[in-house]
């Protein structure tokens, strides 16, 4: 379940031990792969390494009429190209030329080989990939491209819109789309590709940024009024598409993590938290009401309850063996019951089953698994649980709202984590 990728990068990037790594994207609501197992190019991680041969491209020439030359440019499956229907009458092509200093990967729903990183929408409550029988997707087909600079810093830049199989990518007459002053064209997707830089880094002090909305050539905007509103909103010119670490990347569907590689070699392993997981078990929390031995099952086995599971009250964080009070004597029954009340302090609230965050991508520091989520239930450190409380993620096309990262179920109440309250055993 887990793969050598989400070991820890123990190198720079400019290592000579193996591919140079500029990053990766974790999908948020994936627990460490998805829930039906990570398959070819739909996986819940994807490493961003330099390509043996750049393909990378830039803009060049402008077709501003319909000439021999901009028909050709579209037609010609070597060619990267833009088109922007301004009318019936009226495109404007522009070509993209090689370029021999950047990598290119591209995101989308799509399956075709241009798509690097194949995602779908995530269901809230780490249910995964929606069905697409049940759902029409939201996010685009090619979605966005990451250009990732060959050489020292190894920057990433964010660009909406990826090139189809044609190489081609069409803007219609309903998308949103203007002429720039040096004469260039831009405009912007139909569900649009938000992105939130946050503030000092990706770490123990980090802080939210503002969302903004990125064009296809990369410039930076305030959020339309609406995901699909054919008004842009105000140039951010003192802003860049420049990814950094800890930038959320939402699709209209996925909302994406970017780590850099500097940024991943400071996160615990999949093996820190095993050992953080250990290490909370040799402590032999009890449950207060039963006295019977409370402890996390491995993070092979994150999603099957266990007996011995820790079941926590959300309002008040104390921890407790399963029970059955209130005539209920099903688990499987109780995880679906909203309140309970709370034997210890009578605090109403979710009572539900702890799972730990096994995901080290999202840990914002590698501290002991104290706090949760809620309602989920999902445990990891307190400066983790305290970032992503405060980060208001996008829903649908105009809501926005907290959630947590390792399944995006909404959070309640004003905190949106609880301090958990083990007790210790009696002797």
């Known amino acids: 379940m887990f793969s050598l990728g989400q070991e820890n990068i123990s190198t720079s990037p400019a290592s000579t031990k193996g591919p140079v790594k500029y990053g990766e ?20 991680r994807f490493a961003l390494c330099r390509r043996n041969k750049a393909n990378g491209v830039k803009p060049s020439t402008v077709h501003t009429s319909c000439t021999p ?17 301004l009318s019936r009458a009226q495109t404007v092509v522009v070509e993209y030329n090689h370029d021999s200093n950047t990598d290119m990967f591209q995101i989308g729903r799509s399956t075709e080989n241009p798509i690097d990183f194949v995602v779908t929408d995530m269901v809230p409550g780490g249910q995964g990939p929606a069905d697409s029988q049940t759902i029409q997707s939201t996010i685009s087909r ?11 810093p190894y920057s990433a830049r964010i660009y909406a819109a990826g090139f189809d199989s044609s190489k081609n990518i069409f803007l219609g007459e ?14 912007l997707t139909t569900n649009g590709v938000l992105v939130m830089h ?31 509103s054919q008004q842009r909103g105000k140039m951010v010119s003192s802003e860049s598409n420049e990814l950094v670490d800890g930038s959320l990347i939402d699709l209209c569907g996925t909302t994406l993590l970017w780590r850099t590689a500097e940024g991943l070699a400071h996160t615990p392993t999949v093996k820190h938290l095993e050992a953080l997981r250990q290490e909370l078990n040799a402590g032999r929390p009890q449950c207060p009401v039963g006295f019977n031995t409370l402890a996390f099952p491995s993070l092979r086995r994150k999603d099957v309850l266990d007996e011995k599971q820790p079941w926590a009250y959300m309002r008040c964080g104390h921890v407790h063996g399963y029970h059955g009070w209130g005539g209920r004597r099903d688990p499987e029954v109780e995880a679906e019951c909203q309140e309970r009340e709370c034997p210890m302090c009578r605090a109403r609230g979710p009572y539900v089953p702890l799972w730990l965050g096994c995901e080290a991508a999202f840990y914002v520091d590698a501290e002991p698994p104290t706090h949760a989520f809620a309602p989920c239930g999902h445990v990891c450190s307190e400066k983790t649980t305290a970032y992503w409380s405060q980060i208001l993620l996008p829903h649908g096309t105009h809501a926005f709202h907290a959630a947590c990262p390792f399944c995006i179920q909404p959070l309640n109440g004003d905190a949106g984590c609880v301090r958990l309250i083990f007790q210790s055993p009696l002797d």
């Open 142 to 152: 090619f979605a966005c491209r990451i250009i990732c600079q060959r050489n020292p």
């Open 69 to 85: 030359q901009a028909a050709k440019a579209v037609s010609n499956k070597e060619q990267h190209s833009i088109s922007y229907t």
């Open 25 to 44: 994207l974790i999908v948020l609501g994936c627990n460490g792969s998805l829930p039906n197992g990570d398959k070819g190019r739909r996986k819940s």
């Open 198 to 228: 946050p503030r000092h880094g990706f770490s123990q002090d980090s802080k939210p940024g503002l969302w903004r909305e990125i064009s296809v050539c990369g410039n930076v905007f305030t959020l339309r009024e609406t995901r699909s």
């Open 174 to 187: 309903k998308a949103a789309k203007w002429r720039m002053q040096d004469g260039q064209m831009d405009g």
